[in-house]
Structure formats: C-alpha cells, structure tokens
C-alpha cells in the first residue's frame, strides 16, 4: 500500500485565491481526519470523517474551510478565500476502525502558503 | 475536553545520552495514549501507544513509555539515542470512549549532536 497520499506537497497561492488541498486514505481504512500544523498552535484536528460522514468538524476555523469526502478513497480540503494566516502544512491522515487501536497514518502533508 | 503538555520545547544532547521526554494530559476519564515522531520534512509516525495492560511500552527503534495513571503522565524513554534520532517528538491522547479525536501536545524537538 502506498500509504495516505496528499496533494499537492507544496502550494503557494494569493490571498483571496480558492485552494483544494486532496488526500486519498489507505484502502480500507473507515475513518480520515485532517490536521493543520502550526509553530504556533502546533497539530490541531480539523475535522473527521467515518465512513465518508463528517462526524466533527468543531476544529474547522471558519466558515472559509470546507472539506468533503465524496467516497471512501477520496477527500478534500478547501480554503475560500485564503489568507496569509491559513500559511501551515496540512495533514490528512486515516485509520482502520476497531477504536484506533492501529494508529493512525499520516500523509506526507501540503505545505500552503499564502502571499 | 482533553489537553496534553509537554514539558520540554527543545532538548538538545549527545549521542549514547539517555533520553526522557515528559507528557502531562488533563482528562477526567480513561484514555489511549501515543508518542509520534516527525523527522524533519516528513509525516508523524507512529512510535508506540497504550491502550490498557502493561503501563510499560515498548515501541520502535528503541523507544519506551511508561503510563503513570496517578500522575497522569507518559513520559518517553530511549537509554541510548543516535544521530538518526534527530526529530520532533509528538504525544499524543484520545479518550477512550472517543477515540477518533486526537489531541497532540506542541512536541519536542530533539537534537543530537554527533
């Protein structure tokens, strides 16, 4: 298995531009969460999904973020309109039911700036 | 909700030095607890977790963590660490009874020196 996958790694964009960040989870895995990572708020959870259900989205900064899983191999992050603040790298991550007790598998992240 | 501190924002040492990471958690219930590593410029990994059982974990590449209940704490050990062990050190705690939602600390960096 390739892992969970991100895309794009690197994005830099302007503000008030639209940005899709996207993730494809491992096969399989039921539930997909996205993180953003900040020096200065450090990991904080976005929001999850199971099953392809937004279960939480209480992390989700403002009415600007968006994300959407449309099935169960895919799921996007959007940003509309960006600003500088939004600049952190992002994280998708997945995981197998069975009360996480496989952990959970990170992407190799989108680092987002916005100029 | 639950909240995790650790105590040490930079730790920097030698190589063959022991290593003690502190975590603290602030949560009324029972929890699953994780140490990630993000090595520089890639993803958290996971380096052990506890659940329930043996409060003494053994994880990867050496590592260790004991879950002290009564002090709510679960601190990160490695006797000896190298070079490699350079990283961004994660804890990491979700409620049992929820655990899907992941708190992470602000970690630790670690430096070794060669």
């Not at chain 1, 940005?19 to 900040?38: A, M, N």
């Not at chain 1, 099953?51 to 600007?64: A, T």
């Not at chain 2, 679960?74 to 009874?97: G, H, I, M």
Request: overall charge neutral; charged content about 15%; aromatic content about 14%.
């Amino acid at each position: 298995d390739a892992g969970v996958i991100q895309s794009p790694r690197h994005e830099v964009t302007e503000m008030g531009q639209e940005v899709t960040l996207r993730c494809k989870p491992i096969s399989g895995h039921d539930y997909l969460f996205w993180y953003r990572q900040t020096m200065m708020r450090g990991l904080e959870l976005l929001i999850y999904f199971n099953n392809n259900v937004p279960i939480d989205d209480s992390g989700m900064p403002e009415d600007r973020f968006s994300a959407k899983m449309p099935n169960a191999s895919f799921s996007t992050l959007k940003i509309q309109p960006s600003e500088p603040r939004d600049s952190a790298v992002y994280f998708c991550a997945s995981s197998f039911g069975n009360r996480g007790h496989y952990g959970y598998t990170f992407g190799s992240g989108t680092r987002l700036t916005v100029v | 909700a639950q909240s995790v501190s650790q105590h040490n924002h930079h730790v920097i040492l030698s190589e063959a030095a022991s290593l003690e990471l502190g975590c603290n958690y602030s949560y009324g219930g029972t929890v699953n607890l994780f140490w990630y590593v993000q090595y520089p410029g890639q993803h958290l990994q996971l380096l052990l977790k506890y659940f329930s059982g043996d409060p003494l974990v053994k994880g990867i590449k050496g590592f260790e963590a004991e879950f002290i209940k009564s002090k709510f704490s679960f601190n990160l050990r490695k006797p000896s660490v190298q070079w490699s062990d350079t990283a961004e050190y994660f804890c990491a705690v979700s409620p049992s009874s929820n655990d899907y939602k992941l708190s992470f600390g602000a970690g630790t960096t670690v430096t070794v020196r060669a």
